[in-house]
């Protein structure tokens, strides 16, 4: 089955530089990539999405990567604020699985010092 | 409006309580979900109603009974659980339940006692 892998799981950066988290998916069929956000306390907040058809998709600082052939997909923040700091969390769509399910990653605990 | 509510925020139970987890979304989703999260762990999904039908349970105890009453709410009955269900649980919903974007809510932070 598919097996989404996601690293660094901890990431400390400082107050304006740029942050860089990394999944690799096995399930070349997979199409839908969506990256989450997750405050202490909250529950995830979907944050920016790519598409199979899509190489690279921004929003303002945030910005996402997908190199399909290789089987992975990045998630980019520039000019970080502490306001960053949560755990992020890659997913992988799978027509192995029924309906609208995902493979997520296990997490990135980002720590933005001001 | 991307907004899924949950309550209660917080529950605290005991082994032999019955209770329940509500959800409610007004997008004109027609999937809605539950997830199970503990700490420092990925969201594991649970069960799975499109347009107000059971359409995947993912060999959840029975312990935990879902209900779609419509398709804007979503409830959770749970009775006679186990300190091992402690946990963060979580609401979502989706455009329909075959692909696309999962919006999630804040969470019910239910502990067994």
């Known amino acids: 089955g598919e097996n989404v892998e996601q690293h660094p799981s901890t990431l400390s950066v400082q107050e304006g530089d740029s942050a860089v988290i990394k999944c690799t998916y096995s399930?070349?069929?997979?199409?839908?990539f969506p990256w989450y956000k997750q405050e202490l306390g909250k529950g995830p907040q979907l944050i920016i999405d790519i598409r199979s058809n899509v190489g690279e998709k921004k929003d303002q600082r945030i910005a996402v990567t997908l190199n399909k052939t290789a089987k992975h997909f990045s998630l980019h923040i520039t000019e970080t604020q502490p306001e960053d700091s949560a755990v992020y969390f890659c997913a992988a769509d799978s027509p192995l699985l029924t309906g609208n399910q995902f493979y997520f990653g296990t997490g990135t605990s980002l720590t933005v010092i001001p | 409006d991307t907004e899924v509510t949950q309550t209660p925020k917080h529950l605290v139970m005991g082994m032999t309580n019955k209770k329940s987890l509500k959800c409610e979304q007004h997008?004109?989703?027609?999937?809605m979900y539950w997830y199970k999260q503990k700490a420092k762990k990925p969201p594991e999904l649970m069960f799975v109603y499109s347009y107000e039908k059971l359409s995947i349970n993912e060999s959840v105890p029975s312990r935990f009974s879902p209900e779609c009453p419509n398709s804007s709410l979503l409830n959770l009955h749970l009775h006679a659980l186990q300190p091992e269900d402690s946990a963060l649980y979580l609401c979502?919903?989706?455009?329909?339940?075959?692909?696309?974007?999962?919006?999630f809510g804040p969470g019910t932070r239910l502990t067994v006692t």
């Open positions: 399930d070349s069929a997979s199409n839908y």
């Open positions: 979502a919903s989706s455009q329909d339940g075959v692909a696309g974007e999962q919006y």
């Open positions: 997008m004109g989703h027609r999937a």
